[in-house]
């Protein structure tokens, strides 16, 4: 007599849940994730939701309503467990304190990248989000306004613009690796200096090992082939590498002041002035200028 064929299941089952705030979110994405996996086996909501009740650890307050939901379920006639995204609400609305979403919503105002790498910051900003609980939308405005400034305005100068959050993550990657592989120099001590990457109207200079205390005005590389190249083609200053302007007129409290021209007044003579009359008929030296 032939067996049936079992489907092996992959991946690690999550620990039983106690129902602490703190590891609920924890808990979903790792019980989320091994039914994702295991979707051969797991290929209905019903299968889903019956096996999750299974991981609440019993004699606790999450294993006394995962008990509530399973007499629930059996007491229906046929066996009703609901759909998966119900239950999903059910649980978020359990154990999840909504104070939780909202601190992941402020820290989603209140992380900006500044200067550093992209994906290391995004790596912190995208822990915010997916705690935060918002729809895509909200996603995608809170992202702009915590993009490094320049990175922003180069992609509010893009058409078609990205339409999901993956779009506008990838592009935003693609714009921080391109400024940092083709727009730095070394400054006398070594450190690369990315001199593209600055927010408009700012003349602070981004350096990723920059301190907090004031540093003196370096002397500036000259500019690579690529640089140059790079800056006619997208109109920036050859000094500063801000938009706007020229490098005739640069403001950069770097570069020096042009000297200003000398300027020799000269006075018209009026010949009904009396003071004139009593020079006529003299002889003047000459000047010693």
């Known amino acids: 007599m032939a067996q049936a064929n079992v489907s092996r299941l992959i991946g690690t089952a999550p620990e039983f849940y106690d129902g602490q705030g703190n590891k609920a979110l924890a808990f979903w994405n790792i019980l989320e994730n091994y039914f994702t996996v295991n979707e051969d086996t797991f290929d209905t909501d019903h299968k889903k939701v019956a096996s999750a009740l299974t991981y609440f650890k019993r004699d606790t307050q999450a294993g006394e309503w995962a008990s509530d939901k399973m007499a629930m379920a059996i007491a229906a006639q046929p066996t009703n467990y609901g759909t998966w995204q119900a239950f999903k609400d059910a649980f978020k609305a359990q154990f999840i304190p909504p104070q939780t979403e909202l601190e992941a919503l402020a820290k989603l105002h209140a992380t900006p990248q500044g200067s550093r790498e992209f994906n290391e910051w995004y790596q912190e900003w995208s822990q915010h989000a997916r705690r935060a609980n918002v729809g895509q939308n909200t996603l995608m405005f809170t992202f702009r306004n915590a993009l490094n400034g320049a990175i922003n305005n180069r992609i509010a100068s893009q058409s078609p613009q990205p339409a999901t959050l993956a779009e506008l993550v990838e592009c935003a990657r693609d714009l921080d690796r391109y400024w940092r592989m ?108």
Do not use: W
């Open 182 to 289: 083709y727009a730095k120099s070394p400054d006398n001590q070594g450190n690369l200096r990315i001199n593209e990457l600055s927010v408009k109207n700012s003349y602070t200079e981004i350096n990723a090992t920059q301190p907090s205390v004031y540093e003196p005005p370096v002397r500036r590389a000259k500019l690579t082939q690529e640089q140059r190249q790079y800056r006619i083609d997208n109109r920036l200053c050859f000094y500063c590498g801000q938009e706007g302007h020229s490098i005739l007129g640069c403001n950069h409290p770097d570069k020096k002041p042009p000297r200003p021209p000398m300027i020799r007044q000269v006075f018209p003579i009026d010949e009904n002035d009396d003071e004139m009359d009593q020079y006529e008929g003299s002889s003047f030296p000459d000047s010693p200028l």
